[in-house]
T-cell receptor, first 112, second 118 residues
Framework: AQSVTQLGSHVSVSEGALVLLRCNYS??????LFWYVQYPNQGLQLLLK??????LVKGINGFEAEFKKSETSFHLTKPSAHMSDAAEYFC??????????FGTGTLLAVQP | EAGVAQSPRYKIIEKRQSVAFWCNPI?????LYWYQQILGQGPKLLIQ????????DSQLPKDRFSAERLKGVDSTLKIQPAKLEDSAVYLC????????????????FGPGTRLTVL
């Protein structure tokens, strides 16, 4: 069975600081991995995806993530946080029928 | 291109009442998904349709939840009777994915319906 674990349900950073959101996965087959962002009262928006090409994946809004098979990790980073980055972030893995299996989410707060 | 449409956006009902949610996917998308997102948790797949057939409904509480996609386009999710623990956001998503095709196709999500059961 496939699953993802997000470490830290709440993360707070200062504006301009590094953002690091952690995700570890479990999969018996090479995984497809995703990061989604959810703003209040909105649906999910795809930030970036790993589909077995380059291990360093760049997404929208300056985010990137690195697939590390040896660590079974897919952590999300952004060099400099902006106030508009405050949102909830979900890591997900794709199952056999393209369904998404989500982690529990990390709420990112950005302090001025 | 129009996105995934859902209605209503918000619904408040008493327990034991019934409720229905509607989803219209992106035009041409074969697969439609309903996810349940309980506060503090990630979304969980309830049911997946490919055209008008069910691909996966293993986590749908079939004693009270039902869903249909009769013409392979829009879909309705119903809860009857509702329980307090059904309070959640119900997200609809769609994609081009079909079985036997590409291993992955991006899912596009609607804004969700927030259900409160009192």
């Amino acid at each position: 069975a496939q699953s993802v674990t997000q470490l830290g349900s709440h993360v707070s950073v200062s504006e301009g600081a590094l953002v690091l959101l952690r995700c570890n996965y479990s999969s018996s087959v090479p995984p497809y991995l995703f990061w989604y962002v959810q703003y209040p009262n909105q649906g999910l928006q795809l930030l970036l995806k790993y589909t077995s090409a380059a291990t360093l994946v760049k997404g929208i809004n300056g985010f990137e993530a690195e697939f590390k098979k040896s660590e079974t990790s897919f952590h999300l980073t952004k060099p400099s946080a902006h106030m508009s980055d405050a949102a909830e972030y979900f890591c997900a893995v794709s199952g056999a029928t393209n369904k998404l299996i989500f982690g529990t989410g990390t709420l990112l707060a950005v302090q001025p | 291109e129009a996105g995934v449409a859902q209605s209503p956006r918000y619904k408040i009902i008493e327990k034991r009442q019934s409720v229905a949610f509607w989803c219209n996917p992106i035009s041409g998308h074969a697969t439609l998904y309903w996810y349940q997102q309980i506060l503090g948790q990630g979304p969980k797949l309830l049911i997946q349709f490919q055209n008008n057939g069910v691909v996966d409904d293993s986590q749908l509480p079939k004693d009270r939840f039902s869903a249909e996609r009769l013409k392979g386009v829009d879909s309705t999710l119903k809860i009857q009777p509702a329980k307090l623990e059904d309070s959640a956001v119900y997200l609809c998503a769609s994609s081009y994915w079909t079985s036997g095709g590409a291993a992955y196709n991006e899912q596009f999500f609607g804004p969700g319906t927030r259900l409160t059961v009192l």
